[in-house]
Nanobody, 120 residues
């Protein structure tokens, strides 16, 4: 089992910055990829950014150049530095941890979500 606890959400004006943190506990050695997803009202959950244990990153086109994902494996924590925030970034942000299983499958763990609201 893996537990994820997010922090760092809040209200910010457009153009501002926020940093989200997600601390993992439990069987952290089983985690490979960690990432951030978001879900806005009436929309599907979407990938924002992900990072593998080795440090390879992947970003949604909408956040490239504005958001930076990083990871500290020593403390099993993933960060999302968000800059030049836009009102369309408003959403609940969820931390994700992927644990590889047999036959190429992945088991996903999720945090409880943290609200990010960007005012215009």
């Amino acid at each position: 089992q893996v537990q994820l606890v997010e922090s760092g959400g809040g209200l910010v004006q457009a153009g501002g910055s926020l940093r989200l943190s997600c601390a993992a506990s439990g069987r952290i050695n089983t985690i490979n990829t960690m990432g951030w997803y978001r879900q806005a009202p009436g929309k599907q959950r979407e990938l924002v950014a992900s990072i593998t244990k080795g440090g390879s990153t992947n970003y949604a086109d909408s956040v490239k150049g504005r958001f930076t994902i990083s990871r500290d494996n020593a403390v099993a924590t993933v960060y999302l530095q968000m800059a030049i925030l836009k009102p369309e970034d408003t959403a609940v942000y969820y931390c994700n941890a992927g644990v590889p299983l047999a036959f190429g499958r992945v088991y996903d763990y999720w945090g409880q979500g943290t609200q990010v609201t960007v005012s215009s």
